[in-house]
């Protein structure tokens, strides 16, 4: 009985910490790749597209097709965010406001000055800030990307009546 007492508290004591910090610290390192690569690489200009569509929204422009309903499921996730939007190749199933629909030669005017990209993410000050292939292994790391840049809400703080 005292070896069980004195076991329980060495893994409260220091296996279950230990393994708080790992899992927190792999989840920082993550975090700082991520950052690492979405730097900003220069603000987005193109002759095709009006660039006033993108002031002040997160931009996912989708120009190379990927499959069936990846892009609407995307849209899904992200759609109800205040600051997305998505230019797209593809049409909206529904009339979203903040689904826009560009044609393919202007899409592939972009995608031919951004190294044959599939997707463009780009922020609310305008700078592009990575390109994705148009696979699934592209669309994994983009939705992945995307939630770290979306902007936040921030949250109401609670307040204590006195």
Known sequence: ????VGAVVFIMLFVLPL???YYLQTGLDYRKDALKELEPKGLFESSALDINTLKSKTTLMHLKDVGDNVVSEV?????????FQMLSIEKSNDDQANWIEIDAFTANSIASSHSDAGFLLIDTSGQLRNSYPADMDGVRRMIEHTSIILPRIKEMDVKLKK
């Not at 849209?75 to 600051?83: I, V």
Request: no cysteine; glycine share 18%.
């Open 1 to 4: 009985m005292k070896y069980l």
């Open 75 to 83: 849209f899904d996730q992200y759609g109800g965010s205040q600051t």
């Open 19 to 21: 393994g708080s910090w």
